[in-house]
């Protein structure tokens, strides 16, 4: 089993900045891609950001490219999601998942996940 803890999270206004923190214990963390994912009121959870076990491999949405930064260090056992120009679309509350593979963290079939950060941006 795998333990996935997000913390970060806050109220900004627009334009400001925050740092995801996902910490993960239990299974050998450096050996599983991760991915944050995002779900808004009323909308469907949405893909944000992955990042390979090494972290040479990323992927971002379209609508975070360029303001948003996924990476990790495994000797902490911790991925982060830096957040710049944040903008009011940016408010949900963000999820960390982790999967052996980069296909089901990109898919959302992660085998873990942790219980969410919220993020409130306002204009």
């Known amino acids: 089993q795998m333990q996935l803890v997000e913390s970060g999270g806050g109220s900004v206004q627009t334009g400001g900045s925050l740092r995801l923190s996902c910490a993960a214990s239990?299974?050998?963390?450096?050996?599983?891609?991760v991915g944050w994912f995002r779900q808004a009121p009323g909308k469907e959870r949405e893909f944000v950001a992955a990042i390979s076990w090494s972290g040479g491999w990323t992927e971002y949405a379209d609508s975070v490219k360029g303001r948003f930064t996924i990476s990790r260090d495994n000797a902490k056992k911790t991925v982060y999601l830096q957040m710049n120009s944040l903008k009011p679309l940016d408010t949900a509350v963000y999820y960390c998942?982790?999967?052996?593979?980069?296909?089901?963290?990109?898919?959302?079939?992660?085998?873990?996940w942790g219980q969410g950060t919220q993020v409130t941006v306002s204009s």
């Open positions: 239990g299974r050998t963390f450096s050996n599983y891609a």
């Open positions: 998942n982790a999967a052996s593979s980069r296909g089901r963290v990109l898919s959302g079939t992660a085998d873990y």
